[in-house]
């Protein structure tokens, strides 16, 4: 299994450009989830979803749209980049969400992400 | 929102040191994940403890969840370079079914 994996690992925008980060997971889970890591702010979340058709809005979602067409894929797309964005990001996948302990949440290897 | 307080910030030790890092929190925790990310890598899971007063070992590492659920300390004996990585406790009880993150320990261990 190859787990999470996100495409590409590393980018570089033009302010007001558009892209979209890409993420797949095998392991068929149903909760997924997108976090940005800055230096000394840690890991936020961005935009989640628990199955496919369904995502919301996280902590920190101005600035970005999500989509779940399949169990599998979880694009994250940057309408307008802007440097406020440069950042490192991140996609995880559960077998589900919620307030339950036994949960691991899988991550990809991450894209870091600069706009200029 | 629970805040998770992780300290030190940073910690950098030569290797065979042993040495303890911490996650605070003013509320209970449901239960709470220690996560060891290496650099340029996502965080992986290293322990979920759920009991207060629990304590888990993984090899070197022993972790120990407080009797009123409040801290969690993760404990490293003689620490080697491979240890080097950034230590994360996180509480899996977000409303939005995401996990809440502290900032995290670097952790630097020199050969």
């Known amino acids: 299994n190859a787990g999470v994996t996100q495409t590409p690992k590393f980018q570089v925008l033009k302010t007001g450009q558009s892209m979209t980060l890409q993420c797949a997971q095998d392991m068929n889970h149903e909760y997924m989830s997108w976090y940005r890591q800055d230096p000394g702010m840690g890991l936020r979340l961005i935009h989640y979803s628990v199955g496919a058709g369904i995502t919301d809005q996280g902590e920190v979602p101005n600035g970005y749209n999500v989509s779940r067409s399949t169990t599998e894929d979880f694009p994250l797309r940057l309408l307008s980049a802007a440097p406020s964005q440069t950042s490192v990001y991140f996609c995880?996948?559960?077998?589900?969400?919620?307030?339950?302990?036994?949960?691991?949440?899988?991550f990809g290897p991450g894209t870091r992400l600069t706009v200029t | 929102t629970q805040l998770l307080e992780q300290s030190p910030q940073f910690l950098s030790i030569q290797e065979g040191e042993n040495l303890t890092v911490y996650c605070n929190s003013s509320?209970?925790?449901?239960?709470l994940q220690w996560y060891r990310q290496e650099p340029g890598e996502g965080p992986v899971l290293l322990v979920t403890?759920?009991?207060?007063?629990e304590v888990k070992k993984l090899k070197r590492l022993t972790f120990q969840f407080g009797d009123a659920r409040k801290d969690s300390s993760l404990h490293i004996t003689a620490a080697q370079p491979g240890d080097t990585g950034l230590y994360l406790c996180?509480?899996?009880?977000?409303?939005?079914?995401?996990?809440?993150f502290g900032k995290g320990t670097k952790l630097s261990v020199k050969p």
């Open positions: 995880a996948s559960s077998e589900t969400g919620g307030r339950t302990y036994s949960y691991e949440q899988y």
């Open positions: 509320s209970v925790f449901s239960s």
């Open positions: 403890v759920v009991t207060g007063g």
């Open positions: 996180a509480e899996p009880g977000g409303s939005q079914g995401n996990l809440i």
